[in-house]
């Protein structure tokens, strides 16, 4: 247990949440034209709000922004498997269309990640499952 442990909790009591149920502000930790927006809550005073931004800008390198930012990630620790049974046949799901819209912008995202070497095409000729399209309040996938 090393010296940051120490400011941790052992355990979380019951009655608290560790998810944050107050209203946020965006806040700009990059510059005009490279923006690089976090959201904090609206409680923080003005000077708790300083330093926090003060903080998180001085340490913005540490953060990844997009999937470029990521080029050395460990397969070891991220890369996602498919855990199945091997007595249990896979099932191929029925094709769901999408809206065009969407089908659309699930296309732009999927050619980021390829091209940002994030993911690579599997082929699972006889087990697929339907992608699952979840937008972000900025709109996008």
Do not use: C
């Not at 998180?56 to 620790?77: C, K, T, V």
């Amino acid at each position: 247990m090393g010296v940051e442990d120490s400011y941790l909790p052992k355990t979380i009591p019951s009655d608290t949440s560790t998810l944050l149920n107050e209203a946020t502000v965006d806040l700009n930790i990059g510059t005009s034209e490279d923006p690089r927006i976090i959201k904090v809550g609206q409680s923080l005073n003005p000077q708790e709000l300083g330093d926090f931004t003060a903080f998180l800008s001085n340490h913005r390198q540490a953060f990844s922004w997009s999937y470029e930012d990521m080029p050395g990630l460990d397969p070891d620790i991220v890369v996602h498997n498919i855990v199945t049974l091997p007595n249990i046949k896979p099932v191929k799901q029925k094709l769901r269309k999408m809206h065009p819209r969407v089908a659309l912008l699930v296309k732009e995202e999927l050619q980021r990640l390829l091209s940002a070497n994030f993911i690579q095409p599997i082929d699972y000729p006889q087990w697929v499952s339907n992608v699952v399209p979840i937008t972000k309040a900025t709109g996008k996938i």
